[in-house]
């Protein structure tokens, strides 16, 4: 008898090649207005709600433009300018007139479309 | 009367020595049992992997971790555990956006080791690796909504029992 009792067994290992996958989510088309309301000389507080991945989760980061309530390029000032990660700034310096807000969101260089403008706020 | 000689220790030997040899080409069997052992020897075929674009759910954004979505054909008898997974050598992440997205993608794998995941015998199956990607915040605004492809090698061992 050569092995009695025998148990054989056989360890196996091998490497295989290929491609495995991820997928990246989307940023929102569609965002409500924001409200934006006088919070004393020259300023404007701003606020809006959270915005989600398009397949979920919470954006975290937004800008925000003003745009003159007769139409024209947007701009913003210190207190709004930037990425800000909260759902409300308080833009300073606002020249006096008609103005209407957007925000945007943002992720790194992603950005989703900018919101739907807010009713306009009068600047004494 | 013929004088003894050394002859059938030596045959035995000889038998022994080819068993030994048909066992090192085995890949995964396992036989019981009492007596002379003559199991054939299975050639193991390597895995393959297909693609899994389609099996994908997105989680990948500036910042965060996703998976690594993989599918995997095992066409031997046996199962297998796959124990790594990493990205190739000199591997780049692509995506099906573009030049814009495929410059800068963001994303990167980290190595995958001491993993346990199972694939039946004769089987394809799709098989999720958690955390094994994140994508940073150079990832290009037309990465939105990408599907990655990752170069990888996959090291898999038998799970046979």
Same mark, same amino acid.
């Given at each position: 008898?050569?092995?009695?009792?025998?148990?054989?067994?056989?360890?196996?290992?091998?490497?295989?090649?290929?491609?495995?996958?991820?997928?990246?989510?989307?940023?929102?088309?569609?965002?409500?207005?924001?409200?934006?309301?006088?919070?004393?000389?020259?300023?404007?507080?701003?606020?809006?709600?959270?915005?989600?991945?398009?397949?979920?989760?919470?954006?975290?980061?937004?800008?925000?433009?003003?745009?003159?309530?007769?139409?024209?390029?947007?701009?913003?000032?210190?207190?709004?300018?930037?990425?800000?990660?909260?759902?409300?700034?308080?833009?300073?310096?606002?020249?006096?007139?008609?103005?209407?807000?957007?925000?945007?969101?943002?992720?790194?260089?992603?950005?989703?479309?900018?919101?739907?403008?807010?009713?306009?706020?009068?600047?004494? | 009367?013929?004088?003894?000689?050394?002859?059938?220790?030596?045959?035995?030997?000889?038998?022994?020595?080819?068993?030994?040899?048909?066992? #090192?080409?085995?890949? +995964?069997? $396992? *036989?019981? !049992?009492?007596?002379?052992?003559?199991?054939? /020897?299975?050639?193991? =075929?390597?895995?393959?992997?297909?693609?899994?674009?389609?099996?994908?759910?997105?989680?990948?954004?500036?910042?965060?971790?996703?998976?690594?979505?993989?599918?995997?054909?095992?066409?031997?008898?046996?199962?297998?555990? #796959?124990?790594?997974? +990493?990205? $190739? *050598?000199? !591997?780049?992440?692509?995506?099906?956006?573009? /030049?814009?997205?495929? =410059?800068?993608?963001?994303?990167?794998?980290?190595?995958?080791?001491?993993?346990?995941?199972?694939?039946?015998?004769?089987?394809?199956?799709?098989?999720?690796?958690?955390?094994?990607?994140?994508?940073?915040?150079?990832?290009?605004?037309?990465?939105?909504?990408?599907?990655?492809?990752?170069?990888?090698?996959?090291?898999?061992?038998?799970?046979?029992?």
């Amino acid at each position: 008898m050569l092995f009695s009792p025998a148990t054989v067994s056989a360890s196996w290992a091998a490497t295989a090649r290929g491609s495995a996958y991820n997928r990246a989510k989307t940023m929102p088309t569609i965002l409500p207005a924001p409200t934006a309301t006088l919070a004393g000389s020259a300023k404007v507080k701003i606020g809006w709600g959270a915005a989600s991945y398009t397949e979920g989760g919470t954006i975290v980061a937004y800008t925000v433009r003003r745009y003159p309530a007769g139409g024209g390029a947007g701009t913003i000032r210190a207190g709004c300018n930037g990425t800000i990660s909260a759902l409300t700034c308080t833009e300073n310096n606002v020249a006096t007139g008609g103005w209407a807000y957007a925000v945007t969101p943002v992720a790194g260089k992603w950005s989703g479309s900018e919101s739907a403008r807010s009713a306009t706020v009068v600047v004494p | 009367m013929k004088p003894w000689t050394r002859k059938k220790p030596l045959l035995a030997a000889g038998a022994i020595a080819l068993i030994a040899s048909t066992a #090192v080409a085995v890949a +995964a069997w $396992q *036989t019981s !049992g009492s007596g002379p052992a003559y199991a054939k /020897a299975q050639t193991a =075929a390597p895995l393959t992997l297909g693609d899994a674009s389609a099996s994908t759910s997105a989680d990948l954004y500036p910042g965060a971790t996703g998976a690594l979505t993989i599918k995997i054909t095992n066409p031997n008898p046996f199962p297998v555990k #796959v124990t790594t997974v +990493a990205l $190739q *050598t000199g !591997g780049v992440v692509t995506s099906n956006k573009g /030049a814009a997205c495929d =410059a800068s993608t963001g994303v990167s794998v980290s190595a995958q080791t001491g993993l346990a995941i199972a694939v039946s015998a004769s089987t394809t199956a799709t098989v999720i690796v958690p955390n094994a990607a994140s994508m940073s915040n150079a990832s290009d605004n037309s990465c939105q909504g990408a599907v990655f492809t990752v170069p990888v090698d996959v090291t898999a061992v038998s799970n046979a029992s």
